[in-house]
């Protein structure tokens, strides 16, 4: 499969995968469609805006092309040609964006654009605090564009997890385990855990074991939501995995 051809929150009136949801949003006279729409652009502004800035963009411009790249991909029905089969949605984003990029006329037609269009809603303070994050030795911006998807994508894992919880009633459970599931289980973290939840460490233990379980059953089906072929699942995992080591 080739990076060169080219991540959810499953709402109720769309597909919950990825391309499922580009099937939806090249739909525009379904009433669906605009749902897809921005349920699509909020998960991923972020991935397009830091590979924008990583290209030496100043923070307005990075937002007006982060903008424009979504014009440009709603114009052109470039979602409705999108093909699973041909690569995976990160890639496919990400090759769409260079080339628009490449190929952009003047700055200002980012400002004749989006009268009565679809817009997504960029947080400039929220954009440049996240971006302020990012590694500032030379990674390449195609790196730091896997890695804010890697980071983007494991963000929505803990809201699905959270939301489970919360649905339970069992919110301040949640936030105790989660900050446990990288932890090694020989650091006595688990005792104090169990103090302050009233539950024996053994059922802490057995708790931390169950949501990274079920971390791990979530994060395949993120994955698998954006490659055209379930075998590829965990390469794509390595892959992302090994972006957030640089």
Not at 135 to 148: K, Q, Y
């Amino acid at each position: 499969m080739s990076e060169t051809q080219t991540d959810s929150h499953a709402g109720s009136l769309f597909p919950t995968t990825q391309w499922g949801r580009l099937c939806a949003a090249s739909r525009r006279d379904a009433p669906e469609a605009r749902e897809a729409l921005s349920g699509l652009c909020q998960a991923y502004w972020y991935p397009i805006y830091a590979y924008i800035r990583h290209r030496r963009y100043p923070p307005d411009q990075a937002r007006d092309l982060t903008q424009d790249f979504f014009i440009y991909v709603l114009e052109r029905d470039l979602f409705a040609k999108a093909d699973p089969a041909r690569g995976r949605f990160r890639a496919f984003l990400r090759t769409i964006c260079a080339r628009q990029l490449a190929a952009r006329r003047d700055h200002e037609t980012a400002a004749k654009r989006g009268g009565g269009r679809f817009l997504i809603s960029i947080d400039p303070c929220d954009a440049e605090h996240r971006y302020a994050l990012e590694p500032a030795h030379g990674m390449t911006p195609e790196r730091i564009f896997d890695r804010t998807w890697a980071l983007t994508l494991l963000d929505r894992i803990v809201e699905r997890l959270r939301r489970e919880y919360d649905d339970a009633g069992r919110s301040a459970k949640f936030e105790e385990l989660i900050a446990q599931l990288t932890r090694d289980p020989a650091s006595g973290a688990y005792a104090e855990v169990a103090g302050r939840l009233g539950m024996t460490e053994g059922n802490v233990r057995v708790a931390v074991h169950r949501l990274r379980r079920r971390y791990g059953v979530m994060l395949r089906e993120e994955i698998a939501a954006t490659v055209g072929d379930a075998t590829e699942v965990e390469d794509e995992i390595r892959t992302l995995f090994a972006a957030l080591e640089d």
